[in-house]
């Protein structure tokens, strides 16, 4: 770890200790006399709502006398849009539309559903749409989550397993149609059950690499020109997170699936995976609004060869968040370990700018009957700015370091999970 990132970290570990009490106890703060976009950190509203986000800003600056209270929008349908330029690891610049929708809550003891969609458009000549859903039904009796993306997406790989090199890889393009469904019913308290199907097919597959390959890569394990997987799933449940865009202390998450992806159904050839995906969250100190959470996410191959482009890589998952401080596919196997911790912290009292420090470890097998390899570390800290203080949204800007040189900036509409 650079001495620089070090004393970084070390100064928000200390400045996160002093605000997550000063949260709690400071109740009344005295109004800054300059309204302005460059005070509104340290700004608190008059009343008993003080939080602060991005529209309050905009209020200050265009000079809008109008108080937003954080609960306003509750019952009422919250829209977030934001046109966006970024920069990652695997894209490059981009220029991006983000969008989420949060329902309106019909009983306060309801989950929060949300709707999450991206365009974006690469520096790579990348092409990436997504629509993402979580939805909650009927007093929560009903759970139905939606993954649709397609993808026209080429990118470097660096093949099989933990023990690859950044120096060796293919330049391989490809599209690529994902549909995810699932529906679970509430069986117990907080618990779900329900059925579900997952389509990955990509296709025009190419590999334009004569030079410098992988050594155990897409040729050595099967190339081939397109690839069509469908499988059911079975999905249980247990969630008491309200929302899932920034869980609260004392919430728990975990999901196991499996997956079996049938021939008759038209998958190229039959495999079967499960998933288990776990994530708890803590406060710390424990009088704070401070969050110590962990996320344990693993996929393993139980039978079966996939095809190459369906072996999980890093940040494959959902929301593309696993293995901060390596670029996307960075790594490629049939069996994935995955675990992180993250230290979320208030800078500022009025929830405007918080604070990360973060660590992960990811592990991979170089294909089917091979062990787990060498533990890949990664850490970082990063910067949370409130966009939307109904939705509790905020946007994550965070600078991850992994092995081997490999480091960069991402970024992210809502907590990495």
């Known amino acids: ?37 460059f005070t509104l950190g340290l700004y608190k509203q008059p009343g008993l709502d003080s939080m602060v986000d991005f529209v309050d800003g905009l209020h200050r600056v265009f000079k809008i006398n109008k108080v937003r209270n954080q609960e306003d929008k509750l019952n009422k349908s919250n829209f977030t849009f934001v046109p966006n330029v970024g920069y990652s690891l695997a894209t490059g610049f981009a220029t991006s539309i983000n969008a989420d929708i949060i329902l309106p809550l019909k009983n306060p003891k309801d989950n929060q559903s949300i709707i999450f969609s991206e365009l974006k458009y690469t520096q790579n000549k990348q092409i990436i749409s997504q629509v993402v859903s979580n939805l909650w039904l009927h007093n ?68 334009t690499t004569i030079q410098n390959k992988p050594i155990i890569g897409f040729n050595e394990y099967g190339f081939t020109k397109q690839s069509s997987s469908v499988g059911l799933l079975l999905n249980l449940l247990f969630d008491t997170r309200k929302s899932i865009v920034n869980p609260i202390a004392n919430s ?4 196991i699936v499996y997956r079996d ?31 110590l959470a962990f996320w344990s996410y693993n996929v393993f191959t139980l039978a079966g060869k996939q095809p190459y482009l369906d072996l999980f890589s890093t940040a494959s998952d959902t929301y593309n968040n696993t293995g901060r401080g390596y670029i996307q596919g960075r790594f490629r196997g049939d069996k994935f370990v995955y675990a992180e911790s993250e230290y979320r912290f208030g800078i500022t009292e009025n929830g405007f700018l918080g604070g990360v420090i973060f660590a992960n470890m990811q592990s991979l097998s170089e294909g089917q009957g091979k062990p787990i390899q060498a533990i890949l570390p990664g850490y970082g800290a990063g910067i949370r700015i409130k966009l939307s203080k109904h939705s509790n949204t905020n946007i994550a800007i965070d600078y991850g370091i992994g092995q081997g ?12 999970f």
Do not use: C
Request: proline content about 4%; aromatic content about 16%; cysteine-free.
């Open 1 to 37: 770890m650079s001495r620089r990132l070090l004393k970084f970290i070390l100064l928000l570990f200390v400045f996160s200790m002093r605000t997550g009490y000063a949260q709690d106890s400071i109740q009344v703060a005295k109004p800054l006399h300059k309204k302005n976009i």
């Open 140 to 207: 929560n009796e009903y759970n139905i989550t939606t993954n649709w993306s397609y993808l026209k997406y080429p990118q470097f790989d660096y093949g099989l397993g933990a023990n690859s090199s950044l120096k060796l890889m293919d330049n391989i393009d490809y599209s690529y149609l994902k549909l995810y469904q699932s529906f679970l019913k509430k069986i117990g308290a907080n618990l779900y059950f329900g059925p579900g199907i997952n389509i990955d097919y990509h296709w025009n597959i190419t590999d």
């Open 252 to 255: 728990n998450y975990l999901n």
């Open 261 to 291: 992806n049938l021939t008759f159904l038209g998958s190229d050839v039959p495999w079967q995976t499960l998933l288990l995906d776990y994530r708890k969250y803590i406060p710390f100190p424990k009088s704070s609004k401070n969050i």
């Open 405 to 416: 040189g490999s480091k960069g900036i991402f970024m992210n509409l809502g907590e990495v």
